[in-house]
């Protein structure tokens, strides 16, 4: 396992992801008050990647020595099917109000045609969430 990153220093680049997801959800109610809960299911994921098409990648000295050619925007876009699993706790302080904490993983893979300097790129993005909140119950 490892990581691959790129650094451009000619211009911003945003990178934008959109999920859809479903998910199965088993609550275990032999606990008591406390109740856990499981669930995973499938998810569509979108990445939209904007920027300019200014690149500072594997530039030979005579071009360094040219000046920079604004090119205009770059826009691309991506889709890829992945998944979600997540786990949590609801712990009931009234009938209609509870606690809850989950942790919630999600993992997809994109592929981009272009962007920049690149090409046929493959993008993992794996997601750790750790969450807490307030439930209630209308």
């Known amino acids: 396992a490892g990581f691959t990153t790129f650094n451009e220093d000619r211009g911003e680049a945003v990178l934008n992801i959109f999920a859809v997801g479903v998910n199965a959800l088993y609550r275990f109610n032999q606990f008591g008050r406390v109740k856990p809960y499981v669930g995973i299911g499938p998810s569509l994921s979108f990445l939209f990647a904007s920027g300019t098409r200014d690149s500072a990648n ?9 000046p920079l050619i604004d090119a205009g925007e770059l826009d ?8 979600n699993a997540k786990a949590g706790l609801e712990v009931p302080i009234t009938k209609r109000l509870s606690l809850e904490g989950e942790y919630k993983f999600s993992y997809s893979r994109f ?3 272009e962007f920049r300097s690149f090409s046929d790129i493959d993008v993992t ?9 307030l439930r209630v119950k209308f």
């Not at 691309?76 to 998944?83: A, D, H, L, V």
């Not at 993005?125 to 909140?133: D, E, K, Q």
Request: aromatic letters at 10%.
């Open 58 to 66: 594997i530039i030979a000295p005579a071009v360094l020595a040219r």
């Open 125 to 133: 993005l794996r997601s750790h969430n750790l969450t807490a909140g």
């Open 76 to 83: 691309s876009f991506g889709r890829g099917f992945g998944f």
């Open 111 to 113: 592929n981009v045609d």
